[in-house]
């Protein structure tokens, strides 16, 4: 990767001390600012990450005792203030992990990613059905509730239809209560970004948004580096990237490289 592309990826990813992320309120900003981000990765991942943005510094690693780390503990406990808040969508959304995602992406990726309505029982689990039947009476319940409400076999059942919840942009996780037990507040997806879920967006416009976003904080992107990130197949990564070509926003240095405009 160029030097110059590392310089403006810490400027625009925060992995410097001057543009590092305090506070939740710098953290919204930052989210904001790249579209979307993951939640507790380090240096392991090419991809903007809110614990990279707080530790400031682009050889960032997670360390094994989380809570004696005081970089660790404050990402953390950012990435509890933001969920809290809710101006940004968070959950399990991307291989498996937790990523925050701006309003105005929360369209393009649902309709990647998200079921309609009328497509539930067709492409959610038994389970998933349950959970989703129970936080509709609701709207909030805490983990332990939700289970019996949905009336599961156990907890790892529960688990599993939560993470497929997440992944369909159905639910979310709402707050993280650590007193007297550690526990979620979970909530419909609808009832925080209700009016993002029912825009219409095309998918041809979904892929290019999404890699907009991801070149925009980037600067560059290597063959084959936004469907590593984002979870998407090669083909509709490159489809996102052709589109931006196509308007003059990137342009393709190679196959699958393409680099922002006028940088």
Known sequence: MPEEIEEYRDMMWRRDEEHCVKNVFDAEKFIEGVGFCYGLTDAR?????????????????????????PEASLAWVTKDEVMKRGRVYY???LKGKSIFVAPHLVP?????????????????????????KALRKEWEMATSDLNKEAK????????????ELQKKMKVVPAEALYEPWF??????????????????????????????????????????????????????????????????????????VYRKTGF
């Open 45 to 69: 991942t090419p991809a903007p990450s809110l614990y990279i943005a707080i530790c400031g510094r682009r050889d960032a690693f997670m360390p094994r005792n989380v809570q004696k780390d």
């Open 183 to 256: 526990t979620y507040i979970w909530t419909l997806s609808e009832a925080r970004f209700g009016d993002e879920l029912k825009k219409k967006v095309s998918r041809e416009d979904a892929l290019k948004e999404i890699a907009r976003a991801f070149l925009n904080g980037a600067g560059m992107s290597l063959r084959g580096e936004l469907a590593k990130i984002t979870g998407l197949s090669r083909v509709d990564a490159g489809k996102g990237n052709h589109g931006l070509v196509k308007e003059g926003f990137a342009e393709r240095l190679s196959v699958g």
């Open 108 to 132: 393009y990726f649902n309709v990647l990613l998200g079921v309609p309505k009328k497509e539930e029982k067709e492409k959610l689990s038994a389970d998933a059905q349950a959970v989703l």
């Open 91 to 93: 959950a399990k959304l």
């Open 152 to 163: 599961l076999n156990d907890k790892k059942c529960l688990g599993k239809a939560l993470d």
